[in-house]
């Protein structure tokens, strides 16, 4: 029985399948991004599987963007909601941001298939080389969103013939890391349920911040002028400001001014 999750466009694994099946350069591969970072994060609600993704992803890049704030950008305001369609998700993922500590950074979406809106515009080739490249991507079946870290598959000339099998993060409460069950990582259309995969391009920006200009240096005087006339230079004390009050000591007493250079 012939085994295959088609982990994106359902006719590329087809065509590369022909003749796989005897050819002495295939080869068994895995590919995973680098886990060494911090956790992911669990969802915060029941519904928030999209939200605690796309979090994920872009702390993973070294951006944490709370979940609370990416459904409010959905929807206006924390709501215990599913993302409805897709393309929600793909205008999250293709935007400038910024983080919770306020370092700006923008999410470029590069390859998607989103089945609902007609989008098929990545290859298993595309998923491999993003795995490879430490991208996670975000995949979405009928009624869940998930992470996608890792993968295996048959290698035969240097093209991905067959996925064998997807790891990925599993945000809904006691999953987390595991592998996905094969209908979801199978388009709906070959009877699985995945229905949405993107890849994008998490990227830091500097802002671009006007410097105030440094108050010019003040100008230091030892002499004090009066109405009366000027006296100094100050004996035994430190140069002041220039403007600065002042005191001129005379037979009838001190007399306030200004100091001079």
Not at 21 to 47: G, T
Request: contains cysteine; glycine residues 10%.
């Amino acid at each position: 029985m012939k085994r295959s999750i088609a982990f994106a466009l359902a006719q590329c694994v087809a065509i590369c399948l022909i003749g796989a099946a005897e050819s002495p350069a295939q080869q068994i591969r895995s590919v995973s991004v680098r886990l060494d970072r911090p956790a992911f994060a669990l969802q915060e609600n029941s519904q928030l599987c999209w939200a605690a993704t796309i979090s994920n992803l872009f702390a993973y890049h070294g951006h944490p963007v709370s979940q609370t704030r990416i459904v409010t950008e959905v929807y206006g305001g924390l709501v215990n909601m599913r993302s409805g369609n897709y393309s929600n998700l793909s205008r999250l993922l293709n935007r400038p941001w910024q983080d919770d500590s306020g370092r700006p950074f923008s999410s470029r979406l590069t390859a998607a298939m989103d089945l609902l809106n007609g989008v098929v515009a990545i290859t298993n080739n595309t998923i491999r080389d993003a795995l490879a490249s430490n991208r996670p991507l975000v995949i979405g079946t009928t009624n869940h969103a998930m992470l996608a870290v890792g993968m295996r598959y048959r290698d035969v000339g240097g093209q991905v013939a067959e996925v064998l099998g997807v790891d990925v993060f599993d945000p809904f409460p006691g999953q987390g890391f595991r592998s996905a069950r094969p209908e979801e990582v199978t388009p709906v259309p070959r009877g699985g349920a995945l229905m949405f995969i993107a890849e994008a391009r998490i990227s830091s920006s500097s802002a671009t911040r006007e410097r105030t200009p440094a108050p010019p240096a003040a100008r230091l005087g030892r002499s004090c002028q009066t109405q009366l006339g000027r006296c100094g230079p100050f004996y035994d004390q430190p140069a002041m400001p220039v403007g600065s009050s002042c005191y001129c000591g005379t037979y009838s007493g001190p007399v306030g001014g200004v100091v001079v250079q």
